[in-house]
């Protein structure tokens, strides 16, 4: 494990020295939807979200391959981001066979 981190440190590294221009960063907001009160009386409870945070966060400007590196370096099992090559909010995933899903959302 210290050997595969200490490889994608110095990726990232590699990666960071051919940039010229720093990362860019875009705002956005999260939020989990609250439950509603006026639900029917045998629909169970649990089904109902409710809001347990919100906060805003920046999203980092990346290539496909540098937000995987970010998402594992920071042993998150995902990452939204912005793709640099088309600019648009991109998300990267650690799906349950140990493989790496990518998700570029395509105007309809």
Same mark, same amino acid.
């Given at each position: $494990? *210290? &050997?595969?981190?200490?490889?994608? &440190?110095r990726? %990232?590294?590699?990666?960071?020295? *051919?940039?010229?221009?720093?990362?860019?960063?875009?705002?956005?907001?999260?939020?989990? %939807?609250?439950? =509603? *009160?006026?639900?029917?009386?045998?629909?169970? !409870? =649990?089904?109902?979200?409710?809001?347990?945070?919100?906060?805003?966060?920046?999203?980092? =400007?990346?290539?496909?391959?540098?937000?995987? $590196?970010? $998402?594992?370096?920071?042993?998150?099992?995902?990452?939204?981001? /912005? !793709?640099? &090559?088309?600019? @648009?909010?991109?998300?990267?995933? /650690? /799906?349950d066979?140990?493989?790496? @899903?990518?998700? *570029?959302?395509v !105007?309809?």
């Amino acid at each position: $494990m *210290d &050997k595969q981190l200490r490889r994608y &440190k110095r990726r %990232l590294k590699d990666h960071q020295r *051919d940039r010229s221009e720093p990362v860019e960063f875009g705002g956005a907001s999260s939020y989990i %939807l609250a439950a =509603s *009160d006026d639900h029917e009386a045998g629909e169970p !409870n =649990s089904l109902q979200p409710m809001i347990i945070a919100e906060m805003e966060t920046k999203i980092p =400007s990346l290539s496909v391959g540098e937000a995987v $590196m970010q $998402m594992e370096l920071g042993g998150a099992h995902l990452l939204v981001f /912005r !793709n640099e &090559k088309n600019s @648009g909010v991109n998300v990267v995933y /650690r /799906r349950d066979d140990g493989n790496i @899903g990518w998700i *570029d959302p395509v !105007n309809a």
